[in-house]
């Protein structure tokens, strides 16, 4: 799916031989929502009478809400039931956590312990929904998320350097 799943895909940005902040990617790494997400995507499509195919949907990830609409329009051919996949990928998505809690990856505890104990600051760069992502990184990770919304999504360059 996303790009492994672990917990090596974050940036560091240093200063001289010390390690000033750490920007995280949130779903595949931090958090083991990607399967979740894969689901739910599927599901939605099925509900609305579209088959979401792993090919398709694996190109999904990483996107913002904006260019997964047009992703869908243009994969089925669709124009308004393109929002209403992924309000109910949203829909669905979100009663999965609040039934199941979310799964983080195995050691993330530990290495923002560590970061929190060694005063390093840690940022989430997400392209999920904000209200989604802001919740999650409150509830599940005890982090705050950059001001503002990004318009662009998280694998764009200029997402990162906004968010530094």
């Known amino acids: 799916m996303g790009g492994g799943g672990n917990l090596c895909r974050f940036v560091c940005f240093m200063g001289g031989n010390m390690v000033k902040a750490v920007l995280f990617d949130m779903d595949g790494t931090m958090l083991d929502t990607e399967p979740i997400s894969a689901e739910c995507w599927k599901k939605a499509g099925k509900e609305l009478g579209y088959i979401i195919e792993d090919r398709f949907m694996n190109t999904l990830f990483g996107k913002n809400i904006a260019s ?97």
Do not use: W
């Open 68 to 164: 997964i609409e047009k992703m869908l329009q243009e994969e089925f051919g669709i124009q308004e039931e393109a929002v209403q996949i992924i309000d109910k990928r949203l829909m669905h998505y979100k009663n999965y956590l609040a039934e199941n809690g979310v799964p983080k990856k195995k050691g993330l505890m530990e290495v923002l312990e560590y970061l929190k104990h060694n005063n390093i600051p840690a940022v989430v760069c997400t392209s999920t929904e904000k209200a989604t992502a802001e919740k999650l990184a409150r509830e599940v990770l005890d982090v705050t998320m950059p001001g503002t919304a990004p318009v662009i999504g998280k694998k764009h360059p200029v997402f990162v350097l906004l968010t530094a």
